[in-house]
Structure formats: structure tokens, C-alpha cells
């Protein structure tokens, strides 16, 4: 019997379009999830983070421990007496006056004024000299044209008498000396002083120069100057500019203002006496302090 003749299996040269089309099918699945990724929310995306932020800095609801169960006291409570506490007398007497250390201050002041004033007595009636007594201490202003000459810092003859005179006075208290230098309103361009406020601080630097060579120690003053911003009169008139033109001492009442504390800081009363803190401006003040040799920005003066 004749063997039947096998038929060869037909060979599918099509399966590559299977594997093929598995693989645009995950391309494009991994297109469709990078689409979705960058694409973001903004909305909700913000409402997330400020929930957490809100939820991450949220105080504390209470700092006081939770009781649980029953407080358990003790039955023995003896009274509590204190021994050595003072009386309401020795407290009294313990607690010093009130008032007493401003009074102290205010004498000082007082005594300052009069030795001023007798000492100077004909240049104050004669209005080179006023004096004024504030809340901070002492002002003594002293017209520049009994100091300075037009436009320098350089002494008069009989203005190194008055200082020198001044500082006698000055001497023997402890009290901190704040110089300012004032001057009006017409500009100066010199080497020496390109503008009013080189000359106001010069002039104001020299006072304060002239008084440590006169034996008042230099950790107690400082030199500011204000040039033209801080007027007291109209500058318009020839005698609105000379009262504009001015070096005032401002005496602080309290001895201790502008003295550092023991953590580093400044008494809290260090420029309550100085026309930074009486009359703030914008124009501010050049301030030499003559112990530190501190430099700020500041004040003119002709």
C-alpha cells in the first residue's frame, strides 16, 4: 500500500505584525501616562501644599499636660509661712523713693544751668548764648559767630575762651555731651567741605576737640552735624540764617545714657538727649562719636 504523501505546514511570514503592534500599543500607553503626568493641576496642586504647610505649622492646641484618672493628694498639708519674708513696713523702707533718682538728675542739671548762666551771663544778653532746659537734660546753643568764621572750622580768638570756660563747668560732672553742628541754608564747595555737612560735623568735631584738650574725658561726647535740614528759622533773611548757623551742647541729664550694657547693648536713654530722637528727619545726621570713633550719616552747616 502506497505510503500518503505528508503536506508540509504553510510558514506564516505575518507574525511580526503581532510583536509589532504589541510594541506601538505600549509606546503609545507610555506616551498617554507622560501627557498625564505633565500636565498639572495648578489648582489642586496649590490647595495640597497649603494644607500641609498649614498642617506642619500649626501651634500647639495646648501646652498643658492631659490628666488622666484622679489627682491624688496628699493628707498631710502643714501651712506654708515664710520665715524671713519683710513686712509691709520693711518693704517701705527698703524700696527706694520714687521719683528720687530724677530728682537727683534735675539738681544736677539745675546747678550745671546756673554755673552756665553766671559765667556767660553777657553773651546771653547779648543772644550769642541761650540756654533751655528739656525733658533730656540741658541745651546750651551758641551762635557760630562767636566760634567759627564764615565758612571754616577754624576757631575765633575769643571763642577757645568760651569753650575753655564751658568745659571748666562741664568738667566735674559725669554727665554724656552730645555737640551738634547746624548751619543754614547756603551751599559750600571746598575741598576741605564739599558740602554743609562736612562743614556742620567739622565745626561740631573741633568743639568737641577743644573740650577733651580741656580736660573733659572724650567717652562722653560725640559730634553730630545736621547742616542745613534742621532749621529753627527762615533762611530767606540775612537773620533767619544767623540763627540757622548755630553749635548747640545738648547735656543729658541722665550720666549713664549711651553707655553700653553688660550684654553689649546701649542704655535705652542713649539718645534721648541728642535731636536724632527729639526730631527725627529724613535728612538723618553725620555723628562722630569721640571716644569709639563711631561714623554715621548726617547733618550741614555753613
Given amino acids: 500500500m ?44 496649590r490647595v495640597l501644599s497649603d494644607a500641609l504647610v498649614a498642617a506642619f505649622r500649626d501651634p500647639a492646641r495646648s501646652l498643658d499636660p492631659i490628666q488622666v484618672g484622679q489627682l491624688s493628694r496628699s493628707p498631710y498639708q502643714p501651712m506654708m509661712t515664710p520665715r524671713n519674708a519683710p513686712s509691709a513696713i520693711e518693704m517701705q523702707m527698703l524700696a527706694p523713693p520714687m521719683g528720687g533718682t530724677a530728682q537727683v538728675e ?69 554727665n554724656r555731651i552730645n555737640v551738634e553742628g547746624f548751619t543754614d541754608n547756603r551751599p559750600i564747595n571746598t575741598l576741605a567741605f564739599p558740602s554743609n555737612w562736612e562743614l556742620s560735623a567739622a565745626r561740631a568735631a573741633t568743639v568737641v576737640r577743644l573740650f577733651s584738650e580741656y580736660g573733659l574725658s572724650p567717652d562722653r561726647m560725640a559730634a553730630i552735624g545736621y547742616g542745613e535740614f534742621r532749621p529753627v528759622a527762615d533762611n530767606r533773611t540775612a537773620q533767619g540764617r544767623s540763627k540757622n548757623r548755630r553749635v548747640v551742647l545738648v547735656i543729658l541729664a541722665n550720666p549713664n545714657a549711651g553707655q553700653p550694657t553688660p550684654d553689649g547693648s546701649f542704655d535705652g536713654a542713649q539718645q534721648a538727649g541728642s535731636a536724632t530722637s527729639r526730631a527725627p528727619s529724613t535728612a538723618g545726621a553725620l555723628a562722630l562719636n569721640a571716644g569709639a570713633g563711631g561714623v554715621g550719616t548726617g547733618g550741614e552747616l555753613p
Avoid: C
Fill in 2 to 45: 502506497a505510503r500518503k504523501k505528508r503536506h508540509e505546514e504553510h510558514e506564516n511570514h505575518e507574525r511580526w505584525l503581532v510583536s509589532y503592534a504589541d510594541f506601538i500599543t505600549l509606546l503609545f500607553a507610555f506616551f498617554v501616562v507622560m501627557y498625564a503626568i505633565s500636565s498639572v493641576n495648578e489648582g489642586k496642586y
Fill in 106 to 174: 534735675d539738681e544736677a542739671i539745675g546747678s550745671i544751668a546756673d554755673e552756665i548762666e553766671q559765667s556767660m551771663a553777657p553773651l546771653i544778653e547779648d543772644d550769642l548764648i541761650e540756654l533751655r532746659r528739656e525733658a533730656h537734660g540741658l541745651e546750651v546753643e551758641i551762635k557760630t559767630s562767636i566760634l567759627f568764621s564764615s565758612g571754616s572750622s577754624r576757631m575765633g580768638g575769643q571763642s577757645t575762651s568760651v569753650l575753655r570756660r564751658l568745659a571748666s563747668i562741664l568738667e566735674p560732672h559725669p
